[in-house]
Structures are given as C-alpha cells and as structure tokens.
C-alpha cells in the first residue's frame, strides 16, 4: 500500500491480529508443569504466555528483534524548553548510524536489526547514508504559537511508521520503537496531557535536563501551549496535530501496524509511551500487542502507563530514549522464554509437583 493510498483511506482504523488463545493456554498449562511452584516466576511467567499467544506457539522465541529510532525536530524549542540546540537531533543521527549511541550498542549486543529514519529534522541531512528520509517538513512549527502540523502531515507521520513496518524484513518477531529529537519531551507531555484531559503541569520533566528556573519556564510554555491548542482539539488526531510531533506520529502508525501485522511491540520510555497511548486512542486493537519494557524517571511516565493499564518489567531511572529501555528489558524477556522453554516439567524430572508446591509453602 503506497503513503498515497494510506492518506486516502484510515488504514489506521482496520482491525488488528488476534492473539492466539490456544497457545495461551497450551502456554498456561505448560508453565503450571515446570518444576516451580505455580507463579513462583512472577512476571516471567505472563511474558511467556503473552508470547505464546503472539506467536501461535507454546514455546515462542525471539530470533528476529527489529529497533527502528524515528527523528524528528520540534518548533517549541524556540521558546528556550531544552537544554541541547536542535543541532544535536541531526548529530545523534550520524552517533546512531556509527554505532555510538546506547541503542547502537545495545542493538550490536542483542544482534537486532537497527533502523534510523528521518521524520523531519530543522537541519537538513539527507546526505547521510545510513539513514531512512521520509521527512515531513523541517521540523514542526511552534505549537506555543499554531498548530504543530497540517491534517495532511500528522497522516503522513502515520503513514511513515506504517510504511516501515511493512519494510522489515520477513520474520521480524519483535519491535522496538526508538525516538531520537530535541524538544519532543515537550511534545509528548502536551500530547499526553491533552488525550488524558490532564494540566501539562502534571506530566512535564526536566527532558534533557532543564532544572530550577528553567524548568518552570518549560512548564509555563506547555500550560500555555496547552491552553491555545485546546479549543481546536475533539479527537486524537486533532491532538497530534496541534501539540505532537513528526516521530510520535510515525511511532503510533509503526504501532498500529504492527499490530495489524501481529509483530509482537516492546514499548520504552515515556516518548514511547505516549505514543503508545495516541496508537491506542486511534485503534484500542494495538494495546493487545503491547508489552512494557521500563518506567521513565520522566515524571509523566508513570501517569501515562496507568492509563494503558500497563506494568513495566523494570525501573531504572533511565530518560535517555532512543529505544535504549525497551532494548535493556529485551534481556528480560529472552530469559523469560528461556525458562519457559527450558525448564524441565515435573514428569521429565521426576518431580512430583504436589510436593514441592506443599515444601514452598
């Protein structure tokens, strides 16, 4: 399906793969067999089985992660709200693409596939190999002052995340969203605020660290922000396009998408997150393929993932992005399946699984 024909028709709208309820439970049956008590693992034991229903298979595997980093540059930044020029969103870029950043590490030791597309950054840089152009503009305007974007871009920011999902290569069996451009804390706490009916005020953070005065300065542009963007706001998309920003659009769409095409999604931090919660706003079938890699130290976090009834496997303070929290929770959820997997059942170790549930007791 071409971008055009995306924008002519919801696609976003379709329906989305259906876990597969057998292999839940055929994965339920098999981790009250292994030789543990029943739910000893805790959380461990919930990845397995989600996995299971993901993948149509009562002992899933993960051979294939995919990380895609979306860039994009925000026009709020002129208000002074960041603590780094947007020249930096352009710099990481060539950082992702040289194998420096944390995602780039993290992607080298897990042996994931790592793809950095350009969303529209506010410094031109389609000279660089290695990265994916879809630029939308040159950034977003500044939603302090008029709406972020157009109808016609906020569908094209969908379209994007959609067009590179069906782009990963045959077999994919997990995905990572990664985010990468100045000023989008600022984007996703007012996008955030405005889908949960929340004060900017409630969800802001320091970013990429503004603290003291400067830290109320960003709060009193978000409220104001917030307070012009209202009246032109009755729907999500509406939402995206007065306050969001280019990347958060395309990370929605890749959600969405993925979860039409049943690729199991391993949501980050709070950027992440929030676009997680737009995905589901637009289509609530995308949140049965979400599965939480961590808890932001970003204030906001933690209101977002309440409202998509999530529990994250860690908590680590980390704020940096890019992908680098899910990616850390990947080692979790490898050694989730691996126990699942792996584990003797009572009958092959010759256990009796009456006893040891009465000896945990």
């Known amino acids: 399906m071409t971008s055009a024909s995306r924008s002519s028709s919801p696609w976003w709208l379709h329906a989305t793969a259906i876990p597969d309820f057998r292999s839940e439970q055929g994965a339920l049956a098999r981790q009250n067999e292994l030789t543990k008590p029943p739910g000893s693992l805790g959380m461990l034991e919930e990845v397995a089985i989600k996995f299971a229903a993901w993948q149509g298979q009562v002992k899933p595997q993960i051979q294939l992660p995919?990380?895609?980093?979306?860039?994009?540059?925000?026009?709020?930044?002129?208000?002074?709200?960041?603590?780094?020029?947007?020249?930096?969103?352009?710099?990481?870029?060539?950082?992702?693409?040289?194998?420096?950043?944390?995602?780039?590490?993290?992607?080298?030791?897990?042996?994931?596939?790592?793809?950095?597309?350009?969303?529209?950054?506010?410094?031109?840089?389609?000279?660089?190999?290695?990265?994916?152009?879809?630029?939308?503009?040159?950034?977003?305007?500044?939603?302090?002052?008029?709406?972020?974007?157009?109808?016609?871009?906020?569908?094209?920011?969908?379209?994007?995340?959609?067009?590179?999902?069906?782009?990963?290569?045959?077999?994919?069996?997990?995905?990572?969203?990664?985010?990468?451009?100045?000023?989008?804390?600022?984007?996703?706490?007012?996008?955030?605020?405005?889908?949960?009916?929340?004060?900017?005020?409630?969800?802001?953070?320091?970013?990429?660290?503004?603290?003291?005065?400067?830290?109320?300065?960003?709060?009193?542009?978000?409220?104001?922000?917030?307070?012009?963007?209202?009246?032109?706001?009755?729907?999500?998309?509406?939402?995206?396009?007065?306050?969001?920003?280019?990347?958060?659009?395309?990370?929605?769409?890749?959600?969405?998408?993925?979860?039409?095409?049943?690729?199991p999604i391993l949501v980050d931090g709070f950027i992440a997150s929030t676009a997680a919660l737009l995905a589901v706003q637009l289509n609530e079938g995308a949140r049965d393929w979400m599965l939480f890699g961590h808890q932001s130290a970003e204030p906001g976090h933690a209101r977002v993932l309440e409202a998509l009834d999530a529990e994250p496997l860690l908590q680590l303070n980390m704020r940096l992005g890019e992908g680098s929290g899910a990616a850390t929770a990947l080692t979790i959820v490898k050694q989730a399946l691996a126990l699942h997997n792996e584990m003797a059942t009572f009958a092959e170790a010759s256990v009796s699984g009456q006893h040891l549930v009465s000896e945990a007791e």
Do not use: W
């Not at 995919?66 to 002074?80: E, N, R, S, T, Y």
């Not at 990429?208 to 009246?231: F, P, Y």
């Open 66 to 263: 995919q990380c895609v980093v979306f860039a994009g540059d925000h026009g709020v930044v002129a208000q002074g709200v960041s603590a780094f020029p947007q020249a930096v969103t352009v710099e990481m870029l060539k950082n992702f693409i040289a194998g420096g950043a944390a995602i780039s590490v993290l992607a080298r030791f897990h042996q994931m596939g790592l793809t950095v597309v350009n969303c529209g950054t506010a410094i031109p840089c389609e000279y660089l190999q290695g990265v994916i152009h879809r630029p939308v503009a040159a950034g977003t305007e500044d939603f302090s002052l008029q709406a972020a974007m157009t109808n016609e871009q906020a569908q094209q920011a969908l379209d994007i995340g959609a067009e590179i999902i069906d782009q990963l290569e045959v077999g994919s069996d997990l995905f990572i969203a990664g985010e990468m451009g100045i000023g989008n804390t600022s984007a996703a706490t007012c996008l955030a605020a405005m889908i949960l009916d929340l004060p900017a005020t409630a969800l802001v953070g320091p970013g990429t660290g503004v603290t003291g005065e400067n830290l109320h300065h960003k709060q009193q542009v978000l409220a104001a922000s917030m307070r012009r963007a209202k009246e032109f706001v009755e729907s999500p998309l509406q939402a995206l396009e007065q306050v969001g920003g280019f990347e958060l659009g395309a990370i929605a769409g890749a959600y969405i998408r993925a979860a039409q095409r049943g690729i």
